[in-house]
């Protein structure tokens, strides 16, 4: 048996952690510039607060109905996370836990008994509740894809299911897909969603009952396969496969900007501080990256058929080894970045990305250069000096000190776990 525990509005949950005062009102959370809303307690859904709509299309309705606000802290969200984690695996040991996003892990629970599955659900439940003050929702079943699905429904139903479902007998499963339209299911996205109803496969029950070779033919071959297996109680995605660094081939750091930016050296700054993010990222799952590209988006107005944007201008660069050292990636992105740059032109976003991804273990050594062990020494310890602070405390002298340029956050909440001079004060 499978289990997934899932926060519930989890960046909402974090900011109320430290804010009792809000525990039971209306809360939302803006991305990058305070763009849009990423976050939303229950309290703000039943207002009629949309996900991932802009956040000045729904501040009309926010401020009538007194929704607190807050620009993403990534910096807090990312320290409870791991808190959260690091209660599961002490709870049933790290070999038994998949960590598969910021908000949700995957847990093992094949030495169980199933009669005590919803008693061991709960326990988890309540210990990662009282240990981090983080609200989370369980689902219990078979495989991954059916444990999803059980999540979805304690988490739909809470008034009910107390934020715990566990389907372990037959019936239960049957009834579940039965009632869940194909495109709430892990895995089945809106195009492959709308596809599925043409065909009147409308529910995951209709789904499961579709022949393997159906699926291999209509239903993106393997993957569609793994599906069918999956919600016919077939483990088809085991522990581990859902975060490989193999199966990453491409990481990305890009942002808007606060404000127009016209000057080269902020240009440069942004660029530079975003290659030390994917840099890190890389790391993070022991890669090397073999190509890298820089972009940058103007203010220029360009007409699609949706909406007016700005203008992408891009420039990429076969590294000479593959590797995921800062200096290296900000000293191959830095040309890169002066080649777009158009004097007296304003821009908006930047970012970087790197591809080619390669373990790090399989790098071809050069003859004639040095080794890079010393590098490799110096990467670890900023790693470790940033974590542990949660920021880019240590960083290189072309990431800039000011940074003007930086995203708008005008709702920002103190770092309370990482940073001495912001730890919640009690009155």
């Known amino acids: 048996m499978k289990a997934i525990v899932d926060c519930n509005s989890f960046y909402c949950s974090c900011e109320r952690v430290f804010r009792p005062d809000i525990k039971e009102k209306p809360v939302v ?69 998949e960590v598969y996003s910021v908000d949700e892990a995957f847990v093992d629970l094949s030495g169980f008994d199933p009669k005590d599955l919803r008693k061991i659900a709960k326990e988890m439940k309540e210990r990662v509740e009282q240990w981090t003050g983080v609200a989370v929702s369980v689902g219990v079943a ?52 709308k596809k599925l109803e043409a065909w009147n496969i409308k529910t995951a029950w209709d789904l499961r ?14 993957v569609g396969v793994r599906l069918i297996k999956e919600l016919n109680g077939e483990e088809a995605i085991v522990m581990g496969d859902s975060n490989t660094p193999e199966s990453k081939r491409m990481i990305a750091t890009t942002r808007m ?85 158009q004097e007296g032109m304003g821009y908006k976003k930047a970012g970087v990305i790197l591809s080619g991804i390669v373990p790090d273990t399989s ?29 880019d405390v240590v960083k290189f002298a072309a990431s800039g000190t000011t940074r003007n340029w930086k995203m708008r956050q005008e709702f920002h909440s103190p770092r309370y776990t990482t940073r001495w001079n912001e730890l919640c004060e009690v009155k």
């Not at 009952?209 to 393997?222: C, F, I, S, T």
């Not at 290659?275 to 890669?287: C, D, N, P």
Request: hydrophobic share 40%; proline share 2%; charged share 25%.
């Open 29 to 97: 959370v803006l991305s990058n510039n305070d763009g849009c809303i990423i976050s939303r307690s229950d309290e703000a859904k039943k207002f009629g607060v949309g996900m991932a709509g802009p956040y000045f299309q729904a501040k009309s309705l926010i401020e009538k109905h007194n929704i607190e606000v807050f620009s993403s802290n990534y910096n807090l969200y990312g320290d409870m996370s791991r808190r959260v984690m690091s209660t599961l695996k002490e709870y049933l040991g790290e070999e038994n836990v």
């Open 363 to 391: 790098i071809q050594a050069n003859l004639f250069e040095p080794q890079k062990g010393i590098g490799r020494f110096l990467m670890e310890q900023i790693d470790n000096i940033n974590f542990s602070m949660r920021g």
């Open 142 to 193: 078979p495989t991954k894809t059916l444990a999803k699905l059980a999540n979805y429904i304690a988490k739909k139903h809470k008034s009910r299911t107390e934020g715990v479902a566990v389907l372990e007998a037959e019936e239960k499963l049957a009834r579940a897909l039965k009632g869940i339209g194909v495109k709430e299911l892990w895995g089945v996205g809106g195009r492959s969603a």
């Open 209 to 222: 009952n579709m022949p393997e070779e159906w699926a291999r033919k209509h239903l993106g071959g393997v």
């Open 257 to 341: 900007f606060g404000s127009t930016v016209k000057e080269l050296s902020a240009i440069k700054e942004a660029v530079a501080t975003y290659a030390a993010r994917t840099g890190e990222k890389l790391r993070r799952q022991h890669s090397a990256a073999t190509t890298i590209q820089v972009f940058v988006v103007s203010n220029e107005k360009v007409e699609s058929t949706y909406f007016k944007h700005g203008r992408t201008y891009a420039a990429h660069q076969v590294l000479a080894s593959p590797t995921s050292f800062t200096n290296e990636l900000i000293a191959a992105a830095m040309p890169l970045a002066e080649s777009l740059y």
